[in-house]
């Protein structure tokens, strides 16, 4: 009996001192930022972590008790709590007291969520946009000041707008909103109308894309995230400025604490003359004996106006859902076409363009769906996308606005009836689109995590045009265009959070399919109407990785790589009249072996001075080249443009960036980029790609007043430098060949001066902008003129607190 009395009890004894129990806490400042880098020691145990950039830490297997616990760091005082571990999980949560009396030493801040996306892996930036919706920037200008990024635009506001990242641009760069592709959305509704108040901030990957954004991005991405912050504000803006210019936008939500019950709501509207100033080798004036004499000469057919919003309902922050909601989109634009792709000496007057779009929307997002760490996501879009193109003024007008005439002064026509060639049209394009996106992930635990991602895209067309015959109108050709990518990344995050890893596959599958009825002579000599039926699929695999290693928590390697295919979109394939594209059903898509690696510093901080600096190399291995036809001397004054294969092509260069801020009043911004876009001929000769510049620098410079004319007042000064070497839209015609400096587009230097005041309620804000001081000639895509000197005001309200 006394035996078994004592094997029981040291049976007990045994089972209570082998329960244990986890330890998971956060350390922060006084100020409430996380500690990175800390030291966790539980005294007289062999336990001990190391906390994560968001100065989190966990400890396992830790047998019942109280312990002393040791927080070290080199930014905060040392110090000891007291703890008890009497159940499975426990938390804590403690503050540190940052120290005083070392001065020179450099400490670093924790890491916001930008920080966080720059230091994952990939070849990323993250613009904010707070500042910019205050001024009189619009989003595409605020993107042009980004690292590698180079806007390519033909004109003024409304224009036509590409994007080149490290050397790929056009449809090689895919631009999304909150992940859907933004093409999706139509012209009305882009980059170019969406005010920078609606945006919360704005991420910019070049060369490999990760998983999540499923899409065939072949040289990069942007992605446009909206404000989805269920606080109660309103905000309203308005500019106006040189040219006609006036911009208008309003936006607000509206949630009910109890219920959560959400209203979201945005709505915005554009105009432009754009009647600027041009001149060069185009604007000219031709007289009688065909004699023609340089003019400088305002834009006459230019005009612009867009305005759209986008209204939703639902449900934020409840039990089952994140985000529920519901909506709508809607937009309407109207662009007048100055000319055709180039600038040619008989411009256009009564060409112009409109676009509509009214699509629902729907958002679904939930953390901890089942199980934690299972996180649910569904994007989706349906409905309709139409553009109408107006061309049946047949009268020639030169760069003076009026007639044009011959060379015996006769005011002339053209021949084929409209403004550009081929003939009047109203053509119009009709468009059912329809996206969804649905992501669907899984924390493993600290270490591991799994995400899939499928994104479908469908594209049901129709042409037509007023001016064909009825029976033309009645048997209307089709294009349908349907795109389903899938995608499967893990990730990994090992060495107390140093190293971060991921993994990730995508699988590739379009189909195209173009009908066009045409009259064949039947059998017994009657016409028959017949589908001329062209289609093509292509399927293809790509895979890649991103990486990061932080050798301090201030000094980060990155490296990143992907074979990435991009399929040929639906302007490349079917065409589009409004953009003076011709179809070209054969193309195939193009593929790309991409390359980064670059290396973090900062952010560093050093008494009142903060700074961060980081470069990547890059390069870009790209087979089957989609493009613009390579322009020489006999197609350079054409019209229309197809989109073909050029070939193969390879980019590799540099770019850097410096950010520095002293005590939160001074800032400075610099960028510079440096690379080369070389393809081979036939006969084996490497030359480079025109129409691409292949070194640009940015600058830009800020300085915070505070208390000016009243206390609890904010004046602002902004200062920014733009540089573009130059570069020709013509390939090289040899060393024995004169005349290729008369396409060269000169080397730019355009600077802008902007300030800033708001009022003391913080509610209230007036902001002035000059735009190209010094009144410079600035070019871009083939050549074509954009404005010189440009005056804004912009008025901007807003409630934090409804």
Not at 142 to 163: A, D
Not at 651 to 672: C, E, M
Request: net charge neutral; charged share 20%; glycine share 8%.
């Amino acid at each position: 009996m006394h035996f078994l009395t004592a094997i029981t009890t040291l049976l007990l004894v045994n089972l209570g001192f082998s329960q244990t129990g986890s330890l998971a806490g956060t350390v922060l400042l006084n100020d409430g930022t996380p500690v990175i880098n800390a030291h966790i020691k539980i005294i007289g145990t062999t336990h001990s972590a190391v906390t994560n950039f968001d100065g989190q830490f966990k400890i396992n297997e830790i047998n019942y008790g109280s312990y002393q616990i040791d927080i070290s760091t080199i930014e905060a005082n040392k110090k000891t709590i007291a703890i008890t571990i009497d159940q499975e999980k426990n938390s804590i949560t403690t503050t540190v007291t940052r120290k005083t009396n070392e001065l020179s030493e450099v400490v670093v801040n924790g890491q916001s969520k930008e920080t966080k996306i720059e230091t994952a892996g990939y070849a990323v930036n993250v613009v904010k946009t707070e500042e910019a919706s205050i001024r009189n920037i619009q989003t595409n200008e605020l993107l042009n000041t980004t690292v590698g990024v180079k806007i390519r635009q033909n004109g003024g506001l409304g224009s036509e707008v590409s994007y080149s990242l490290n050397g790929l641009s056009g449809s090689s760069i895919r631009i999304f909103i909150d992940g859907i592709p933004s093409s999706i959305y139509g012209s009305s509704f882009s980059l170019n109308s969406i005010p920078p108040s609606m945006i919360k901030n704005i991420e910019v990957y070049k060369g490999v894309v990760p998983g999540h954004l499923a899409d065939d991005a072949l040289g990069g991405a942007i992605n446009i995230v909206l404000h989805k912050e269920a606080k109660n504000n309103f905000n309203t803006a308005i500019s106006y400025g040189s040219f006609n210019t006036l911009q208008a936008s309003a936006n607000g939500v509206y949630r009910f604490k109890e219920s959560g019950f959400t209203v979201k709501a945005s709505l915005f509207h554009n105009y432009s003359d754009n009647d600027y100033k041009v001149s060069g080798r185009s604007v000219v004036v031709t007289g009688i004996g065909g004699v023609q004499t340089p003019i400088t000469a305002r834009r006459f057919n230019d005009a612009y106006s867009s305005t759209g919003g986008m209204a939703q309902i639902g449900f934020t922050a409840v039990k089952w859902a994140d985000q529920f909601l519901i909506g709508f989109t809607g937009s309407d634009d109207y662009k007048e076409v100055q000319h055709g792709a180039f600038m040619t000496i008989t411009p256009y007057k009564g060409r112009f363009l409109e676009s509509n779009a009214l699509l629902a929307n729907l958002i679904y997002q939930k953390k901890d769906v089942f199980t934690k760490g299972f996180d649910v996501q569904i994007n989706g879009l349906y409905g309709k996308r139409n553009r109408a193109v107006n061309d049946t003024a047949a009268a020639a007008y030169s760069w003076s606005g009026r007639r044009a005439i011959d060379f015996r002064g006769n005011e002339y026509e053209y021949t084929w009836g409209s403004q550009q060639e081929g003939g009047p049209t109203l053509a119009k394009i009709e468009r059912k689109v329809a996206s969804i996106r649905t992501g669907v992930s899984y924390t493993i635990n600290a270490h591991h995590k799994v995400l899939a991602n499928h994104s479908y895209s469908g594209i049901d067309r129709e042409d037509s045009d007023a001016l064909q015959s009825v029976l033309e109108n009645t048997f209307k050709g089709t294009r349908d265009l349907h795109k389903n990518i899938y995608a499967l990344t893990y990730e990994l995050t090992a060495y107390d959070q140093k190293l971060k890893a991921s993994f990730f596959g995508k699988y590739y599958y379009q189909k195209t399919i173009s009908i066009d009825p045409a009259i064949e002579e039947g059998k017994n000599g009657t016409d028959v109407i017949v589908d001329e039926i062209v289609s093509s699929t292509n399927k293809d695999e790509g895979y890649g990785f991103a990486t990061s290693y932080a050798i301090i928590p201030n000094i980060t390697l990155l490296a990143s790589a992907e074979k990435a295919i991009r399929l040929p979109d639906e302007t490349e394939v079917f065409g589009n009249d409004g953009d003076n594209v011709i179809a070209n059903t054969s193309i195939r898509p193009e593929k790309s072996k991409n390359y980064n690696l670059g290396i973090r510093f900062g952010m560093f901080k050093l008494n009142k001075h903060q700074f961060t600096v980081s470069t990547n190399f890059f390069t870009r291995n790209i087979t089957d080249r989609i493009g613009l036809p390579i322009e020489t001397s006999l197609n350079v004054d054409d019209e229309l443009i197809i989109y073909v294969n050029q070939g193969n092509a390879k980019s590799k260069g540099i770019d850097a960036q410096l950010n520095y801020t002293y005590h939160n009043n001074l800032g400075v911004n610099f960028t510079i980029s440096r690379f080369d876009l070389t393809t081979t001929s036939g006969a084996g000769t490497e030359f480079d790609i025109p129409n691409t510049p292949f070194f640009t620098m940015n600058g830009s410079l800020r300085y915070l007043f505070k208390n000016v004319v009243q206390k609890k007042s904010r004046l602002s000064l902004f200062y920014s430098i733009y540089f573009t070497d130059d570069f020709s839209y013509l390939t090289n015609q040899g060393s024995n060949t004169v005349g290729d400096d008369f396409f060269k587009v000169p080397e730019q230097l355009s600077q802008d001066l902007g300030l800033s005041y708001a009022f003391p309620n913080k509610k209230f804000v007036m902001s002035f902008d000059i735009k190209n001081i010094f009144d410079k000639p600035v070019y871009d895509n083939l050549s074509v003129q954009k404005p010189g000197r440009a005056f804004y005001l912009k008025l901007n309200y807003t409630i934090n607190n409804l």
